[in-house]
Nanobody
Framework: QVQLEESGGGLVQPGRSLRLSCAAS????????MGWYRQPPGKQREWVAS???????NYSDSVKGRFTISRDNAKNTVYLQMNSLKPEDTAVYYC?????????WGTGTLVTVSS
């Protein structure tokens, strides 16, 4: 069964915005903090942002001030609002619990920032 499903990626010009969604199973959403991760082409996967069950958030230095993670408890969904996108943000974006667990990695959603 697919327990985490990302969506919302696409091609966007630098400086524009995009919102990603991650639909989680009820069991996962109710038990863990959630996070967004990304893997740029040719690079290792890295943590981007996280949100606890209580709503506390944290961000990597590279996205702080530009990205906002949020959650909708009724929909068991986590969002990543990405503003002021840069070419360096180009990556496959994944959601997972925090700390991440290998078995939850899915296909992710591709974000390409290019003019």
């Amino acid at each position: 069964q697919v327990q985490l499903e990302e969506s919302g990626g696409g091609l966007v010009q630098p400086g524009r915005s995009l919102r990603l969604s991650c639909a989680a199973s009820r069991s996962i959403f109710s038990l863990y903090a959630m996070g967004w991760y990304r893997q740029p082409p040719g690079k290792q996967r890295e943590w981007v942002a996280s949100i606890t069950r209580a709503g506390s958030t944290n961000y990597s230095d590279s996205v702080k001030g530009r990205f906002t993670i949020s959650r909708d408890n009724a929909k068991n969904t986590v969002y990543l609002q990405m503003n002021s996108l840069k070419p360096e943000d180009t990556a496959v974006y994944y959601c997972n619990i925090v700390p991440e667990q290998e078995r939850y990695w899915g296909t992710g959603t591709l974000v390409t920032v290019s003019s």
